[in-house]
């Protein structure tokens, strides 16, 4: 087998956000994000992702801005390294090898030329031991520089970024680990602790999780496990420190964070409430309950207008001041597991998986952001650790996507499975999944598998569901059964069907919806779907099945499967008789819905391979080792926006659909070619962004028409035309001009409706004419009125001086040829957009 | 027998197996973005703000068991609750009167009652019999009344009078049945003793005798057009058609089974005759061809009325039910429910009432709800805030230039949802449990507390009670304990409330009364379960052995790598339970 070298396995979208605290900027136009081995920038305004800072070759595990400069941001990571970066420009201006793993970063206005890490320093790296370390940042002109300015100021500190925080302008910095807080006076160069008793009832209940520096008061906020905040005062004697305590999380706080004036303290924590306590004023709080999922991270811009949540559910919430939630950055959700497979979406092109607990989320891949999310379990959720919920276990859609089915399970120890197998309509008005029918407990054991009928021509939908409990059951939408008006056809249960007691694992339906294979255990059973007879078996002893799957197109009289005892097989449904037959240890078998090809993902010897195959050909297609570590049991076929024409055999089979694979750590990588990533690379040289904007669709539509602009000023034929309304000058002036020595709207609309209509002038004579008046500035009044005469419309333009004059006597000459002038180069301007 | 059930067994009767299907109000909330292709900035601020809402606990709805509300369950439901009259013996004969008042005979042990539309006291009793009175019925004109009994001699009335005017002997058994032919001046009767005959009225005299049943005849009917046509119906299985102008029948239909009643339709092209469980349309014009046989009841039907003008038909059985056919498809459309077997079913014109007679001896007279009776029960409905009140300004079309103000959409949030929103558990099970919602719609305190399970607080909720509240507790845990829709969530909750209470068992008389009640309903409930599984089991074995094996066709390839050649494929065809 060959080594493909043109395709690469590259990650794609959907990394974590809420890793770190979101970082705002002085301007509260952008947030940075650490999001994997790269730092986000997001603008608050629009939510989209402005570009990325690219450069770690690790996981980034801190951003700040830089304190001596409000348009850089230092960022650290798990390589070893700080690097500054121009984040609104997205340029990396420097990097500072620290050599040891970084875990945090942290810097203060007082400190120039300094920041502080945690990094362990010793030299077995012990994980559990850190160290906050001051480093002085060499100033050197290099763009790689080593700091070797160590020096160490606390031990022991706890890995966690926001149980470290400088107070007051940098005069102190505190830092909570376990049961201690220890506070660090510059000035004094001494350390205090303070120690809290271990609540021995509840075992370490009164532990540490965050701190919170007030920016005017010598007062510092601690979060603890058990729920309670502590604020701490008169830290800076060893003996008379006091503290108070204030109580209403029900478990441990998460986030602590006090306004810039420090006014309000907020806190946060697993039920997903921001609580706003006054300062000085505790019992006075305020609620922003149902966030959506546990609070992880508190940020309140400099300003003090916008407060940002990051939340576990990897979103980051907007909320205004007065709170009110305004906006929400979400990035695919991603549990433990996918519990769902991973789906496609037929209408929205979307890949569709569970997300927040009890929803699916919509997730589109082209354009890297999630889309919404559809309530499936519609209850409340109660955000508290320890309970059973509602979670969505399976979901499927039909082909044409009118249709998705979603089960949904509670599992609570000593009782029945809870089931509801719940089946959605698209509503064509509100673009969106409106419930049809809920079944509750459709079986009486959990559903491993379901699948709807792959048929395009037939007129019924039909499902099909197998359970632990033995059986698999057909249901059918019946639009006759219920022939009153007001209610809509539903779904009911068709057929019932066993094979002796096994239980049923798999099911497929073949290409034409004519077939359905049920693999019960080691028996693999064929049904008709019009009869409901069993028409054959197959089997494949002695392990059962794990993967079934029915060819496509030209080889959909082929049905394959993978047993457990390594086996992939594939069976003539024609002859009845085993095909063919490999050894190999097939963690995921799945069909391309749009060709023959099919992917098997293979464990070998603790990374996965790929292959991909038609049933009909012995020679696989293509095969890669070692795509990823560990196993491979979730990866979809998405059908392409655009074909490639790759003509080279190895990578036929991307040309049109993409294969999409989630690994054990739950990264979405794809696989390219060269030629789509030297597609891409040209698109995103293409697409320059104006930084002084956020990118908006607004933007974009206008940018793109800038920049094909720029091109026809390139090409030379219109080299002379004027610049764009942002850019002239006249227009600037007009709009800077202040409104009170402005004339009347109604007295300027004529003229500016006037100024719009497209002049037969060449443009060379335009240009002259400009030219001409761009003198005249300087000349007297008169004489430029003559000039105005010379040009090609002369019957306008005194016509329009003359109604100027009569509508307006009052205006001043100077400002009457401001007017003028800007009439003159509106025109131009409008007649470019034209003609573009 | 049981251990066999699970492998045919796809046709569960019972209810604890069923999957409820319900149909969700087609309310769209729970998507949290409209669009997707709207701009992404609104899509986001729209899931923020949806995001913020309580969600209300959900109500399952449950599909409606019984019968569905039909013009004709409307028209048969609207009668008044019965009068109950007790007679001497059972009720054998009820004829309404064919003219005005309409006052109906009620023919029970020796005596014959006339009551009038509206008295509960009888208007004249005639207790001239000797024996067991039988088949008192009305001529034509209201004037006349005739009567069979057990001592074979016929009687005729007055129906002012009292005393006999004429007694026809000649019959040798007793008379079961009697009738007056159209022409009034005749009198058909039909007797145990095989024969019947008919009479002439002025001369007491006997004017032909016709022996061709071999059975005893306890049922005939005269022809309203024809004064010469009859039709009996005999023990002997068959029902027949005599002209008084011939010696002999006629027509002869064999209905199969002893015949208990007949009815001929206005029109007298079509007989409907009684019998065993089945009732049986014969159209005579087609010489006594079977039209439809119907099937309905699971005891003999005794009696037999039209309704509606002939729209239709109405039966009564010894099953205690009477049952109400649409004449023209002869689908059963209405059901009525009686405390004991009924024999005898009377219906004034117009269905002004039905009347019932039973074997204990009870008559039971419904009335028609009259006009304004029916609409007073309408207009206590209507006292609720009329419809216009909550539609006040919101279907005002906005103008061409209005400027549309949205306003945020209050959400509207039950009484439970806002103390489950506060987490107010405790509260919110008592609102749940609150006297009107318990009774009405138990289906939203099984949601309550369904939403209270869900959330861990259950026992929270549960605990702390006083007697009062624990009374009705354990009180709609016995009325809805074994609902099969409630039982999963119910039985959960029963057993914390026994924890919770375990320790104060015995100290309270009126707690210790329910908690017994309770073991009473559970163990009842066991036995029902063990019934039920065993006639499953029964039913198991009978599907099986009916239904024949079919063998899957089987390559020998497959076959070879299949499981094993002794252990061939024997699939099974499961049944279908739609």
């Known amino acids: ?836 | 027998m049981i251990s066999a059930t699970s492998d045919t067994a796809r046709f569960l009767p019972s209810a604890w197996m069923l999957s409820s299907i319900s149909i969700s109000s087609s309310s769209n909330f729970h998507v949290t973005a409209p669009s997707v292709f709207v701009v992404q900035t609104k899509s986001i601020s729209v899931t923020s703000t949806e995001m913020a809402s309580f969600k209300p606990t959900k109500i399952q709805v449950y599909p409606k068991l019984g019968e569905k509300v039909t013009q004709d369950t409307l028209y048969w439901k609207n009668y008044k609750a019965p009068v109950q009259i007790k007679e001497f013996g059972a009720i054998t004969n009820i004829d309404f009167s064919p003219v005005a008042p309409h006052n109906f005979a009620v023919t029970a042990f020796t005596r014959v009652h006339i009551y009038g539309p509206f008295s509960q006291e009888p208007v004249k009793t005639f207790t001239r019999f000797k024996d067991t009175a039988y088949s008192g019925r009305f001529r034509s004109d209201g004037q006349l009344l005739v009567a069979g009994c057990e001592d074979s001699v016929v009687r005729l009335f007055d129906v002012s009078g009292k005393v006999a005017l004429r007694m026809f002997k000649g019959h040798t058994k007793a008379v079961h049945v009697t009738d007056f032919t159209s022409d009034s001046y005749q009198i058909l009767t039909g007797s145990d003793d095989y024969t019947c005959r008919l009479w002439d009225i002025p001369n007491a005299t006997e004017l032909n005798t016709y022996q061709e049943h071999t059975d005893y005849i306890r049922c005939g009917v005269t022809s309203k057009l024809n004064r010469d046509l009859f039709i009996t119906g005999s023990y002997d299985h068959t029902l027949k058609m005599f002209d008084a102008r011939l010696d002999k029948s006629v027509m002869t239909m064999d209905h199969g089974h002893p015949v208990e009643n007949l009815l001929l339709y206005p029109s007298e092209g079509l007989l409907v005759s009684a019998g065993g469980r089945y009732v049986k349309v014969w159209d005579l014009l087609k010489g006594g061809q079977p039209l439809v046989s119907m099937k309905n009841h699971h005891k003999t039907v005794t009696c037999l009325s039209l309704g509606s003008n002939g729209q239709r038909l109405l039966s009564a059985s010894l099953d205690r039910h009477v049952k109400v056919y649409n004449t023209t498809n002869y689908k059963v459309v209405h059901n009525f429910d009686y405390a004991a077997s009924i024999l005898s079913l009377g219906l004034a014109p117009d269905d002004e009432s039905i009347v019932v007679g039973m074997t204990n001896g009870i008559l039971s007279v419904k009335h028609r709800k009259s006009p304004e009776e029916s609409k007073e029960t309408s207009g206590q409905q209507r006292r609720k805030p009329s419809y216009r009140v909550f539609v006040k300004g919101k279907n005002y079309v906005p103008k061409q230039d209005d400027y549309l103000v949205s306003k945020p959409v209050k959400q509207h949030l039950a009484k439970y949802d806002k103390q489950l929103k506060r987490f107010n558990v405790s509260k919110a099970l008592d609102t749940a449990l609150e006297t009107w919602l318990r009774r009405r719609k138990p289906e939203i305190t099984v949601a309550v507390i369904k939403e209270l399970d869900r959330r861990g607080t259950l026992k929270n909720a549960l605990a702390g009670r006083d007697e009062q509240s624990l009374f009705h507790l354990l009180n709609f845990l016995i009325g809805n304990l074994v609902d099969p829709r409630f039982a999963p969530v119910l039985v959960t909750t029963a057993e914390m409330i026994l924890d919770i209470y375990r320790s104060v068992i015995g100290q309270s008389p009126v707690v210790d009364r329910q908690l017994l009640r309770l073991q009473d309903l559970l163990e009842r409930e066991i036995d029902y379960q063990k019934d039920l599984l065993e006639v499953l089991g029964m039913l198991d074995t009978m599907f099986a052995s009916s239904i024949p094996r079919k063998e899957v066709p089987c390559s020998g390839i497959s076959r070879s790598n299949g499981l094993g050649q002794g252990e061939a494929s024997t699939s099974r065809p499961q049944l279908q339970a739609t």
């Open chain 1, 1 to 836: 087998m060959v080594e493909h070298g043109d395709i690469r396995v590259v990650h794609r979208g959907g990394s974590k956000i809420n890793f770190r605290e979101p970082v705002i900027t002085n301007d509260s136009k952008f947030l940075l994000c650490a999001s994997g081995e790269c730092v986000k920038v997001f603008s608050t305004s629009t939510e989209e992702c402005v570009h990325d800072l690219r450069g770690h070759t690790d996981l980034v595990t801190g951003v700040i801005i830089k304190p001596s400069n409000h348009l850089q941001a230092y960022s650290c990571s798990a390589d070893g390294t700080v690097r500054l970066w121009d984040f609104t420009d997205g340029i990396l201006i420097k990097t500072y090898v620290i050599g040891h793993p970084i875990y945090s970063i942290h810097a203060s206005a007082s400190h120039e030329g300094v920041v502080f890490v945690v990094t362990s320093m010793h030299a077995d790296k012990r994980p559990d031991l850190l160290q906050l370390v001051a480093v002085h940042l060499p100033r050197s002109g290099d763009q790689m520089v080593e700091a070797r300015e160590l020096s160490a100021v606390l031990s022991d500190v706890s890995s966690n970024p926001l149980a470290i925080v400088f107070g007051r302008g940098g005069e102190y910095i505190a830092s909570a680990k376990g049961l201690k807080l220890e506070v660090y006076l510059f000035r004094k160069q001494k350390a205090y602790s303070f120690f809290l008793k271990e609540d021995n009832k509840k075992g370490r209940r009164n532990t540490f999780t965050c701190v919170a520096c007030h920016p005017k008061d010598d007062c510092i906020a601690t979060g603890h496990e058990d729920g309670k905040i502590r604020l701490w005062r008169n830290f800076n004697q060893k003996k008379e420190y006091t503290y108070s305590t204030l109580h209403w999380h029900h478990s441990a706080v998460s986030s602590l964070c006090f306004t810039p004036e420090g006014t309000n303290l907020l806190s946060g924590g697993i039920e997903s409430v921001l609580v706003q306590w006054r300062y000085n004023q505790e019992d006075q709080r305020e609620f922003l309950p149902r966030l959506g999922a546990a609070i992880t991270h508190i940020t309140v811009s400099p300003d003090g207008s916008l407060f940002f949540t990051s939340h576990s559910d990897n979103k980051i919430t907007i909320i205004q001041s007065c709170l009110k939630v305004s906006a929400a950055i979400q990035g695919l959700v991603k549990g433990e597991s996918v519990t769902t497979d991973l789906m496609m979406d037929p209408r929205s092109k979307s890949l569709v998986l569970n997300g927040k607990p009890g929803h699916l989320q919509f997730y589109s891949l082209q354009r890297d952001k999630l889309l919404y999310n559809l309530d499936v379990v519609q209850q409340e959720y109660i955000h508290e650790s320890g309970l059973q919920q509602f979670e969505v276990v399976k979901a499927a859609f039909d082909t044409s996507g009118n249709w998705l089915a979603t089960v949904e399970e509670r599992k609570q120890k000593g009782a029945e499975v809870e089931l509801n197998l719940k089946l959605w309509e698209f509503d064509e008005q509100t673009q969106s999944f409106v419930l049809n029918t809920t079944i509750s407990a459709p079986h009486e054991a959990q559903i491993t598998g379901m699948c709807f009928c792959h048929s395009t021509d037939n007129q019924t939908t039909m499902l099909v569901s197998t359970s632990k409990d033995g059986h698999f059951k057909a249901w059918q939408l019946d639009a006759q059964a219920h022939t009153e008006a007001d209610e809509r056809p539903s779904w009911s249960c068709d057929f019932v069907g066993a094979y002796h007691s096994l239980v049923p694992e798999c099911c497929c339906f073949s290409a034409d919806g004519s077939l359905l294979a049920v693999s019960f255990q080691e028996v693999v059973t064929v049904w008709s779907t019009a009869s409901w007879e069993l028409l054959t078996t197959l089997s494949q002893p002695p392990k059962a099945i794990r993967n079934l799957c029915f060819g496509r197109l030209s080889c959909s009289k082929y049905l394959l499967g993978t047993t457990g005892n390594n086996l992939l097989c594939c069976w003539n449904l024609l002859t009845c008789s085993l095909e063919w037959s490999t050894s190999m240890d097939v963690s995921l078998l799945l069909a391309d819905p749009i060709s023959e090809n099919m992917a098997a993902f293979c464990r070998q010897a603790g990374s996965t391979d790929l292959f991909v195959f038609k049933p009909s050909e012995p020679r696989p297609l293509f095969s890669q080792k070692a795509v990823c570590p560990g196993k491979v049991t979730r990866a979809i076929f998405t059908p392409r926006e655009e074909m490639l024409e790759s003509c080279e055999e190895s990578s036929q089979w991307l040309n049109r659909s993409q294969l999409y694979f989630l690994t054990q750590h739950m990264d979405l990588m794809t696989f390219t070619t060269k030629v789509e990533e030297d597609r891409l690379m040209a698109s995103s040289k293409q697409l320059v962004i104006d930084d002084t904007v956020a990118m908006t669709p607004f933007y974009l539509l206008l940018g793109k028409h800038r920049q094909q602009d720029s091109g026809d000023a390139q090409s030379g034929i219109s080299a002379e035309r004027t610049p764009l309304p942002q850019g002239s000058v006249a227009i600037k002036e007009l709009l800077q001009t202040p409104a009170h020595v402005l004339p009347s709207t109604s007295f300027l609309c004529s003229m500016f409706v006037q100024s719009l209509l497209i002049s037969v002038t060449d443009p060379r004579e335009e240009n002259k004419a400009t030219e001409e008046e761009m003198e005249s500035e300087k000349e007297e009044e008169d004489s430029e009125e003559e000039m105005e005469s010379g040009t090609t419309r002369p019957e306008q333009a005194p016509l329009g001086r003359h109604a100027a004059e009569s509508a307006a006597p009052a205006l001043t000459k100077a400002q009457v040829r401001e007017l003028r002038r800007v009439k003159k180069l509106d025109r131009s301007w409008f007649a470019g957009l034209l003609d573009s």
